[in-house]
């Protein structure tokens, strides 16, 4: 596989189920990759890159944000609130607000600091206690919450549980974002991101597929 690969197939299942290939943003997942393959997509020409951890992206963006000109950097990973301004100095966009104690402490920071990622809402489809992200049933009145603290939320991320269907978890995110009305919906991986596309997704974070396997050794 590789990026070439997986940008065909991001546009071609958009294409087949009527969406504009545009409407899908490819987030490349860099977290673990060696450096030589992080580069190598940069020249390639994508921009679109995430990482799920504060302190592995601190250690390597800064140096690629320098050489490649409009790199968009996202976090998918959990946020704790004592990393929280260093995420917002670092990454454009936050996938995992998931708590009300992080969304005020977003929202202290963006007045102090004047500015403020883009944001989506965690949401913990599978109710697994391991796995970060809102409960469903808690979902709406969190949502609510953070637009009352002035976050402006673009839409909602999920990660199925490892042995389920994902388009189960995909079609109740979809629920919950549309019904409070948000439009961004980051779903799937590299094993499901057409699924995640038919069910509507705006943004797909692929990793292996487009790297290789991740070495954690
Ligand atoms: C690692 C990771 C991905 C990418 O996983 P692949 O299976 O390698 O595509 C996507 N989303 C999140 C939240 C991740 O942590």
Not at 6 to 23: D, F, L, M, N
Not at 64 to 71: C, L, M, R, S, T
Not at 91 to 107: E, G, Q, S, Y
Request: charged share 25%.
């Amino acid at each position: 596989m590789g990026l070439a690969e997986i940008k065909a197939r991001v546009a071609s299942e958009a294409e087949r189920v009527g969406r504009a290939p545009e409407s899908v943003t490819l987030i490349a997942v860099s977290k673990v990759q060696p450096n030589e393959r992080v580069a190598s997509v940069l020249e390639g020409g994508h921009r679109v890159f995430g990482e799920n951890k504060v302190q592995e992206a601190a250690g390597k963006w800064p140096a690629f944000k320098e050489q490649y000109d409009g790199v968009e950097l996202h976090l998918i990973g959990p946020l704790q609130t004592n990393k929280a301004r260093q995420a917002m100095e670092l990454f454009d966009v936050i996938h995992t607000v998931d708590r009300p104690k992080l969304a005020n402490t977003i929202a202290r920071l963006r007045e102090e600091m004047g500015h403020c990622p883009r944001l989506f809402i965690q949401v913990n489809t599978g109710e697994e206690p391991q796995k970060a992200g809102i409960l469903p049933a808690d979902a709406d009145g969190f949502i609510k919450e953070c637009l009352d603290l002035g976050l402006e939320i673009e839409g909602l991320m999920c990660i199925p549980p490892a042995d389920e269907e994902p388009s189960l978890h995909f079609a109740l995110l979809k629920k919950i974002a549309h019904r409070n009305g948000l439009s961004g919906l980051s779903m799937g991986m590299s094993g499901d991101f057409e699924t995640a596309i038919a069910q509507g997704a705006t943004h797909v974070r692929v990793g292996s597929a487009i790297f290789g396997e991740r070495d954690y050794s």
